[in-house]
């Protein structure tokens, strides 16, 4: 089991461009939570989805930011017309189940916007 | 509103001396409490949550819900301790973590 994979581990976008984060949960996974992590903070959620489900997005911002886990393929962070302070590491986390105590991380993708 | 924190950014010591990084929260129901670890260039990953009661790589926490803290100790701190620590908890509603802002923890030979 390889983990919690996200790419890519790096991304550079200009301002105005899209970024597109993947996260593929563990095998056996079927809950999935994204985090970002601004520089000098702690991680903050975002928002939590299961298969074609969103769950919870109380942590997402209202404009721009999109995310989908498809039946088939991995969960998608989307950000739209990227400004400088999208600028962060997003985190993924898988578990099996609501009330797994557990969460799997990912080593994250680090977004740069120039 | 749920809330973790941890007041110390660095915690800088020497091997073989004791180590506590601090962790208070605020939380209205029964939380859950974890401690997680990132090692440099590693992913995030779980070191000890307070159910358990465990001990991991001789680290400890005890839940301490009158101070509303849920410190991590270990007594005798090696260099590859260092690492930065989190604190996170859980609420009842769902399986999103709340996380403290982090300490550094430098264990220096």
């Known amino acids: 089991n390889a983990g919690v994979m996200q790419n890519p581990r790096h991304l550079v976008r200009r301002r105005g461009q899209e970024a597109r984060l993947r996260c593929s949960p563990m095998k056996g996974h079927s809950h999935v939570y994204w985090y970002r992590q601004l520089p000098e903070e702690g991680l903050k959620f975002m928002v939590y989805l299961q298969k074609e489900n969103i769950i919870d997005e109380s942590g997402m911002p209202k404009e721009r930011f999109s995310a989908e886990f498809p039946k088939e393929g991995p969960s998608i962070l989307r950000i739209q017309q990227v400004v400088r302070g999208d600028s962060a590491a997003y985190f993924c986390a898988s578990s099996r189940y609501t009330g797994d105590t557990e969460a799997f991380f990912g080593q994250g993708t680090r977004l740069t916007v120039v | 509103a749920q809330r973790v924190t941890q007041p110390e950014k660095l915690l800088s010591v020497f091997k073989g001396a004791p180590v506590e990084l601090k962790c208070n929260y605020s939380y209205s129901g029964s939380p859950e409490l974890f401690w997680y670890v990132q090692y440099s260039r590693q992913r995030l990953q779980l070191l000890l949550r307070?159910?358990s009661r465990e001990s991991i790589k001789g680290f400890t926490a005890d839940l301490n819900k009158g101070e509303t803290s849920f410190h991590l100790k270990k007594p005798f701190a090696q260099e590859e301790d260092s690492a930065m620590y989190y604190c996170a908890l859980k609420n009842n509603a769902g399986n999103m973590l709340t996380f403290g802002g982090g300490t550094r923890l430098m264990v220096k030979p």
């Open positions: 307070h159910i």
